[in-house]
């Protein structure tokens, strides 16, 4: 049976590709969306696909997932390493979550180095560029099972 992941983005990840190439890498969003949707079709796993530069609408996207989705993969960007919010709310919706960042969170800025996501998450995946999201993916799948 075809199970649902929620794919969220956070702020900023609507400018990959232009941003920070050198860190971020050259793909765009419309890449990432793609590379998922294609793991996605070949794991048995219906993508819905979003970004938000804002907090609030992330955390009510999270809470409607309880109804729409079996599973969130979350690159939660810079409100990783702020957002209590989005924590409570990944916990309060009590689906499996998977954390991805595509770079080296812990090569980076001492600020980077905690995410108040990773304690909700069962597992995280950082610094294997954009191929992070096909390998939450594949493990959301597994777990899914
Ligand atoms: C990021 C890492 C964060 O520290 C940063 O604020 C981002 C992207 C990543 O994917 O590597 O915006 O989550």
């Given at each position: 049976m075809t199970k649902r992941v929620l794919v969220l983005n956070g702020?900023?990840?609507?400018?990959?590709g232009t941003r920070e190439?050198?860190?971020y890498g050259a793909a765009t969003l419309g890449d990432v969306e793609t590379l998922?949707?294609?793991t996605g079709a070949e794991f048995g796993l219906s993508v819905d696909f979003r970004q938000s530069n804002h907090e609030g609408e992330l955390v009510t996207w999270i809470?409607?997932?309880?109804?729409t989705a079996d599973a969130i993969l979350i690159n939660p960007a810079a409100y990783s390493h702020t957002s209590l919010a989005i924590h409570d709310a990944l916990k309060g919706v009590g689906l499996p979550v998977a954390e991805v960042h595509i770079s080296n969170i812990h090569q980076r800025e001492a600020v980077r180095h905690h995410s108040f996501v990773s304690a909700v998450a069962f597992g995280v995946i950082c610094g294997f560029g954009v191929t992070g999201y096909r390998l939450a993916l594949i493990a959301l799948a597994d777990k899914l099972k």
């Amino acid at each position: 049976m075809t199970k649902r992941v929620l794919v969220l983005n956070g702020p900023n990840l609507n400018m990959l590709g232009t941003r920070e190439p050198d860190i971020y890498g050259a793909a765009t969003l419309g890449d990432v969306e793609t590379l998922c949707r294609q793991t996605g079709a070949e794991f048995g796993l219906s993508v819905d696909f979003r970004q938000s530069n804002h907090e609030g609408e992330l955390v009510t996207w999270i809470q409607e997932a309880r109804n729409t989705a079996d599973a969130i993969l979350i690159n939660p960007a810079a409100y990783s390493h702020t957002s209590l919010a989005i924590h409570d709310a990944l916990k309060g919706v009590g689906l499996p979550v998977a954390e991805v960042h595509i770079s080296n969170i812990h090569q980076r800025e001492a600020v980077r180095h905690h995410s108040f996501v990773s304690a909700v998450a069962f597992g995280v995946i950082c610094g294997f560029g954009v191929t992070g999201y096909r390998l939450a993916l594949i493990a959301l799948a597994d777990k899914l099972k």
